[in-house]
């Protein structure tokens, strides 16, 4: 199934890949977020592997497979309208399975690489309570010294982040920092760095977090 949203930017009016429970049968969600070169169908094969048949699982697709064009490291502007735009799909999104019935403290937010950047980032900017954060090899976006002043509050949402400690594409330094941001904001992150791991996900990430989906989905 797919469901499509009202253009305005690069990323509006791209497929949402759905699968797992229908929204209107469950009240808890897991947005998937896609790397870069990836798709839709690829990462909702993670949603599976955390437990997805318990969650309604959406996958938004990005605009040429790629939800900004630079690495996350660039300045902000460089990425733009991208960014913007994706930023503004998840907000979408968010805000559908919220109208569907599944209140923020029951969605989790999960990606891969890109995909993770664009979680956190977004998490951050949009900072309450939500059901999970579940960040395979990614970090906040922006330069190094970029302002982290977010407002709000994550309010205990829980959060794996998992990355290696020689990543080509996601400095260690970066992955500290966004940990520590996201504990500011009230959120309990659980970090795990793996060395030498390469850039890809493994067992005991996936394990690691189990731990959030098992929860949220035996509260429900």
């Known amino acids: ?11 509006q009016g791209q497929q949402i890949l759905t699968d797992g429970k229908p929204l209107a049968e469950t009240d808890a969600a897991m947005i998937l977020i896609h790397g870069r ?4 169908y690829d990462i909702m094969e993670l949603g599976f592997l955390l437990g997805g048949d318990q969650f309604a699982l959406l996958a938004p697709q990005a605009a040429n497979n790629t939800w900004y064009p630079f690495s996350f490291l660039a300045p902000l502007a460089n990425n733009e309208p991208y960014l913007s735009s ?5 907000a979408d999104l968010v805000a559908q399975v919220e109208a569907a ?9 999960a990606g891969f690489s890109q ?5 956190s980032e977004f998490a951050a900017r949009n900072a309450r309570r939500y059901g999970g954060l579940l960040l395979f090899s990614g970090g906040l976006i922006g330069p190094p010294g970029t302002p982290r002043d977010y407002p709000g509050t994550l309010d205990g949402t829980p959060v794996f982040i998992g990355c290696s400690d020689i990543d080509a594409h ?3 330094s970066r992955v500290q920092e966004t940990t520590k ?6 959120a309990q992150v659980n970090e795990k760095i793996y060395p030498n791991m390469p850039h890809t996900i493994i ?10 989906t098992e929860q949220l989905a035996s509260d429900g």
């Open 1 to 11: 199934m797919s469901n499509q949203t009202t253009p305005q930017g690069p990323h």
């Open 37 to 40: 070169g990836a798709s839709a």
């Open 86 to 90: 994706a930023l503004q799909a998840l």
């Open 101 to 109: 019935g599944s209140p923020a403290s029951r969605i989790i937010l």
């Open 115 to 119: 995909g993770a950047c664009l979680a």
């Open 170 to 172: 996601i400095p260690l």
């Open 181 to 186: 941001i996201l504990t500011t904001l009230g």
């Open 203 to 212: 067992q005991d990430e996936l394990d690691q977090a189990q731990k959030i």
